[in-house]
């Protein structure tokens, strides 16, 4: 991380009304007249921490962090047993980017976004080429149903003690391991939700990074992040982010023209390199970045500095 830049105060923030009774939080940081870029975090569910900024130069961008639907500091929180699943989507998201780009007075932006973040930002730009400048991706995923699957089944032949931890917290019949913690995840007794939560991030956090001596982020021990962070994750893949398989791409020539970087470790099992592949053969106007020895974690050596120089590239 020697290479990032400090992150200072917000010089603006606050909660934007995105209708379905949902409060998206955002914030700025850098400089105020900068060229406008938005971070798109991962997950589903992680939410954005200010340290997001730290991979711009803040005298160059104005960076907009934005808390996804359920997550961060943005409301209802899905760690809350009520809150209402059903109108946070995709969709939903895409419209809550644009309502932000508007309420900021945006007229294009940098997108840049990592691995659920990747897929949000890939089809976001899609359906609004003319509201993007440049974008710029880290662990690079498109979500597909045979990517879901083979984060939570295929994986068990590289991990298969901490996968077996995994399955044997869903029922024994569960054939689909995603649909049986959401549907665990959404149990009306909270000492099975939690175990469920629990359970969930245990196994994510397993396969993140290749680095032994990698550990969680401090709010991973939070229950309400791990709820909410495992609740909207298994809501997410168990619909297949609402996208028909391959859509995103399929979608690639609508990108035409549109300058981007995507780095990616060779070594990334959560999300393989054969992904982040087939996008740059669809987008001749992307690069890819490859980083060996990484994984799926920007901590990874040589991760950092690759975004750093990614996004310096398209500074103004």
């Not at 083979?150 to 590289?158: C, E, K, Q, S």
């Not at 959401?182 to 939560?197: C, E, F, I, S």
């Not at 245990?202 to 791990?226: V, Y």
């Not at 298994?234 to 995103?248: D, I, K």
Request: glycine share 10%; hydrophobic share 40%.
């Amino acid at each position: 991380m020697s290479m990032t830049y400090p992150v200072g105060e917000p010089v603006e923030q606050g909660m934007l009304d995105v209708g379905d009774g949902n409060l998206v939080h955002w914030e700025v940081h850098g400089n105020p007249d900068g060229k406008p870029a938005v971070v798109l975090h991962g997950g589903p569910g992680t939410g954005c921490s200010p340290g997001a900024a730290r991979f711009f130069d803040p005298s160059a961008y104005r960076v907009v962090l934005m808390d996804q639907r359920g997550s961060g500091r943005s409301t209802p929180h899905a760690s809350e047993y009520g809150a209402d699943l059903s109108v946070n989507t995709t969709a939903h998201l895409v419209a809550d980017i644009e309502r932000l780009r508007e309420h900021l007075g945006v007229e294009k932006w940098l997108v840049h976004g990592g691995s659920w973040g990747s897929t949000l930002a890939l089809h976001y730009a899609q359906l609004f080429p003319h509201r993007v400048g440049e974008i710029v991706l880290i662990a690079v995923t498109t979500t597909r149903r045979e990517e879901i699957d083979w984060l939570y089944h295929g994986m068990r032949r590289l991990f298969p003690v901490e996968w077996e931890r995994f399955r044997a917290g869903a029922p024994e019949d569960a054939a689909d391991l995603v649909v049986a913690y959401d549907r665990l995840l959404n149990d009306p007794d909270p000492a099975v939700r939690q175990k469920a939560a629990d359970d969930w991030v245990e196994w994510e956090h397993s396969i993140l990074s290749l680095d032994p001596d990698h550990t969680p982020p401090p709010q991973a021990q939070d229950p309400a992040w791990r709820m909410a962070f495992a609740r909207i994750t298994a809501h997410y893949f168990r619909h297949g982010a609402w996208l028909e398989e391959g859509q995103v791409l399929r979608g690639m020539p609508r990108l035409a023209g549109i300058p981007g970087t995507m780095v990616h470790g060779r070594l990334d099992l959560q999300g393989p390199l054969l992904t982040a592949w087939e996008v740059d053969r669809a987008w001749p106007a992307g690069e890819l970045v490859v980083v060996r020895g990484a994984s799926h974690s920007v901590r990874d050596a040589g991760m950092a500095e690759a975004l750093v120089a990614a996004l310096d590239s398209y500074r103004p």
